[in-house]
């Protein structure tokens, strides 16, 4: 249960959250462009389950 924990507070997990948490909150005020928002979730939820299956498999993230 801590090595959950302890992967959750990753600094890419912790990017991840809040930029997906930003855009979530300024697309609901409607500063945010619903195509604009697609994109850029997109792109971070893509590098972030890349990363992770990348992990996974044992292969080199570069850290």
Avoid: H, P
Avoid at 14 to 24: D, R
Avoid at 32 to 49: E, K, L, Q
Wanted: some cysteine; aromatic content about 12%.
């Amino acid at each position: 249960m801590k090595e959950k924990l302890y992967r959750l507070i990753d600094v890419k997990s912790i990017v991840t959250l809040m930029i997906t948490f930003v855009f979530c909150v300024s697309t609901l005020a409607g500063r945010t462009d619903t195509d604009d928002f697609m994109t850029v979730f997109t792109v971070i939820i893509s590098f972030y389950f890349g990363t992770q299956a990348a992990k996974s498999k044992g292969g080199d993230t570069n850290e």
